[in-house]
């Protein structure tokens, strides 16, 4: 008699109850283990990417109609807060797609998400942690501040809880005090819109791919950045005065 070899052996092992044999177990190959991880990493990018997508058109928006269209700081805030929640309303129109009484879909989503928006513009503009600001000071003057730019402010502290604001409103003694010469055009002194236009944020003590980030972030959204060393190494953001 013939020995039965391990590839018979085998063969009889995965024979399933109706007696025909069913084929070994396979391992993924490298490649596709590969682009399965690909698939994964575009997926969280993807989604990492529509989150962040409604702060960045909120800000970007709202820069946009004060600088080149003119619009008042508030009345352009409002236009990026609509903005904004028409892009909300697109993704929940795209979840829910199978759902047929779009109407009542439209009506509570309106709603909520007009809600949502609306009430993080009027946290961002009226308030800042203390754990974001320097010194009990700059919180007491952060009102003075333009709102486009308190609520960009806010949006970027969602992503950087460390963030923290060392400067806003100057006045001319302050310069001295500081030992730099009297720039009569500093963002720091309140503007003809009644309002400072820029911020100084700390850099020390950070990661300085953080710092990189937080810069590039704040250009994408609109505002204008200068790495100072002024007294101390610091961010200088501002927000332009519209012509």
């Not at 989604?47 to 700081?73: A, E, H, K, Q």
């Not at 028409?86 to 047929?100: A, G, P, T, V």
Request: with cysteine; glycine share 8%.
């Amino acid at each position: 008699m013939d020995k039965i070899s391990q590839k018979d052996i085998d063969w009889l092992l995965n024979m399933d109850k109706t007696g025909v044999a069913t084929s070994a177990p396979q391992t993924d190959s490298p490649q596709k283990k590969k682009k399965t991880g690909f698939r994964i990493l575009f997926g969280l990018m993807m989604i990492i990417g529509l989150v962040i997508m409604p702060f960045f058109l909120l800000i970007r928006t709202s820069v946009l109609l004060n600088l080149s269209y003119g619009w008042n700081g508030w009345l352009a805030l409002g236009g990026g807060i609509f903005a904004t929640v028409l892009l909300l309303l697109f993704y929940i129109f795209f979840l829910f797609r199978r759902i047929e009484n779009k109407k009542m879909l439209l009506k509570f989503s309106l709603g909520g998400i007009g809600a949502l928006v609306f009430a993080f513009c009027f946290y961002g503009v009226m308030y800042i942690s203390s754990v974001n600001a320097k010194s009990e000071e700059i919180r007491e003057v952060y009102r003075s501040m333009h709102p486009i730019l308190r609520v960009a402010i806010a949006t970027t502290t969602l992503a950087d809880n460390d963030l923290v604001v060392t400067d806003i409103q100057r006045q001319p003694e302050d310069y001295a005090a500081m030992g730099l010469p009297l720039n009569q055009r500093s963002l720091h002194f309140r503007q003809e819109t009644g309002y400072v236009h820029a911020i100084d944020l700390r850099t020390i003590g950070r990661n300085e791919f953080r710092n990189m980030l937080l810069r590039g972030s704040l250009e994408i959204m609109g505002l204008n950045t200068i790495r100072h060393t002024g007294t101390a190494d610091h961010l200088h953001v501002s927000l332009s005065v519209a012509d």
